[in-house]
């Protein structure tokens, strides 16, 4: 009776770790998303401001890539935590979002000014 009662006690005290170790992780990445939202946010703030300010065109291709990375971090953390929107066609616009982020930040760089 006590073997099998130490050895129930020993695997659920193992499993518990994973367990403990699983929340951790996960509740980890749910901060550092926030954090990489919240900051892109800011961001796109900041460069409205800036275009507000100089009325350069440049600075709206960055502002258009700080949105639509917010919008992909959006659509990320939705798809995770609903389980409806695990579509294959999600990776592709969020690949395709990824794709759109870097063209924008291209052209803000390579874009002769007025």
């Known amino acids: 009776m006590y073997v099998?009662?130490?050895?129930?006690?020993?695997l659920l005290f193992v499993h518990s770790g994973m367990l403990l170790e699983l929340d951790i992780f996960e509740s980890t990445e749910t901060i550092i998303l926030a954090?990489?939202?919240?900051?892109?946010?800011?961001?796109l703030g900041l460069s409205i401001s800036a275009y507000l300010?100089?009325?350069l065109n440049k600075i709206l291709f960055a502002a258009a890539a700080?949105?639509?990375f917010g919008i992909q971090l959006l659509i990320e953390s939705l798809e995770e935590?609903?389980?409806f929107l695990d579509m294959q066609f999600i990776s592709?616009?969020?690949?395709?979002?990824?794709?759109?982020?870097?063209?924008?930040?291209?052209?803000?760089?390579?874009k002769?000014?007025?």
């Open 53 to 55: 300010k100089t009325r």
């Open 81 to 83: 935590n609903i389980e």
């Open 92 to 110: 592709i616009i969020t690949s395709a979002m990824t794709l759109g982020i870097l063209v924008l930040f291209f052209l803000a760089i390579v």
């Open 35 to 43: 954090i990489t939202g919240i900051f892109s946010l800011l961001l």
């Open 112 to 114: 002769k000014s007025r």
């Open 66 to 68: 700080f949105a639509l």
């Open 4 to 10: 099998i009662f130490d050895t129930i006690l020993s």
